[in-house]
């Protein structure tokens, strides 16, 4: 490729914050858009797909390719997010199947749940890089490329009102986005720098502990394996509490040991927490199995089906909580909103 920023780059990032940023005159407020966040790189009939960690998505989405080449300049890099739609929310775990070793596999899926890319920032057009121009420059040159864009290669919306942006924090999760990104207007593009700021829903839960898989670094507890009940009285597996100090690790071990038990169990084998991982053939993902007695809150962000999108936030023990009553119900559900209104801002 000959671009003014050859590929790969990594993508400049957020930091969490707890609130919405307040306005003081410089912030645009943007949707958090819940996919996987890319780079495209277009020289001419040349496409590259850049992921954050800066390997190439390219093989795994080829109706993509062909959207940039049809949709956005010639010579152009985007930084933006790729994303699937399950009628009018995204469909992450849709997205999550893409990523498969088998070309036949990928083609079969470009198919039946097409990605698009949804862009909100650009890097370079034509012979001109904008790395150093402000935000609010580089926002600007993008919408000017989207006068004939199509259907696949979208624009995210933007807002300076610190008013409407905490309105989409409330409504737009609905169509599963996960917060608000805010962007000082001066701000040039620092590539792997958390130099933006980011807002995401949390709201806690009560869960049953039902296993522990151990940390990479020896016999301690490296993740909690949480489940609900649904309706059917049936424990399912909603994701995973980690990220504990290392002498909490230690500590955990002999805590959890009198509920350890191989008899029984919930889940099988060959279910979710004992599978392999998709990201990686060679991942153990083996748990301790657990009696279903221990009940903790974790805070969580927002849910993916019947699993918690992102690892969930050890808050505290629940020995006042019956097992059995730590179901799906307890859960806030977001009023639905549609993605095509989203999207025509």
């Not at 929310?89 to 083609?107: G, K, M, N, T, W």
């Not at 955990?252 to 038990?261: I, K, N, Q, T």
Request: proline fraction near 8%; hydrophobic fraction near 40%.
């Amino acid at each position: 490729m000959n671009l003014p920023i050859a590929p790969p780059v990594a993508p400049m990032l957020a930091k969490p914050v707890k609130i919405l940023p307040s306005q003081d005159g410089t912030f645009f407020y943007e949707p958090k858009w819940d996919g996987f966040r890319c780079i495209v790189f277009r020289d001419g009939d040349e496409v590259y797909l850049g992921s954050r960690n800066e390997r190439p998505f390219t093989r795994y989405f080829p109706e993509l390719v062909e959207a940039v080449r049809a949709e956005l300049p010639d010579r152009v890099v985007v930084d933006g997010e790729i994303v699937i739609r399950g009628g009018q929310v995204l469909d992450f775990e849709a997205l999550q199947q893409r990523i498969h070793p088998a070309a036949s596999r990928v083609r079969l899926l470009a198919e039946q749940t097409p990605a698009s890319f949804v862009a909100f920032d650009l890097l370079a057009l034509g012979e001109e890089s904008l790395m150093d121009a402000p935000f609010s420059a580089r926002r600007e040159r993008l919408e000017s490329i989207f006068g004939g864009a199509g259907d696949a290669i979208r624009l995210t919306p933007v807002t300076t009102s610190e008013e409407q942006a905490a309105g989409w924090f409330e409504t737009f999760e609905g169509a599963g986005l996960d917060g608000i990104v805010a962007k000082p207007g001066g701000l040039p593009y620092q590539p792997d720098k958390r130099v933006m700021l980011k807002v995401k829903h949390e709201r806690s839960a009560d869960v049953v502990v039902a296993g522990y898989r151990l940390h990479k670094s020896g016999p301690v507890v490296g993740s909690l394996l949480l489940g609900l009940y649904d309706t059917q009285g049936e424990l399912r597996h909603v994701g995973v509490a980690a990220a504990f100090p290392m002498k909490r690790r230690s500590e955990m071990v002999e805590e959890l040991a009198p509920y350890v038990s191989h008899d029984a169990h919930p889940w099988s084998a060959e279910s979710l927490p004992g599978a392999l991982s998709k990201w990686s053939a060679s991942k153990d993902l083996s748990f301790v199995p657990m009696r279903p007695k221990l009940v903790i809150e974790v805070a969580y962000d927002h849910m993916e089906g019947h699993r918690f999108r992102h690892t969930a936030q050890f808050r505290r023990l629940r020995p006042d909580r019956a097992p059995e009553s730590c179901t799906y119900e307890q859960l806030e559900h977001p009023v639905s909103y549609d993605l095509d209104d989203i999207l025509a801002r």
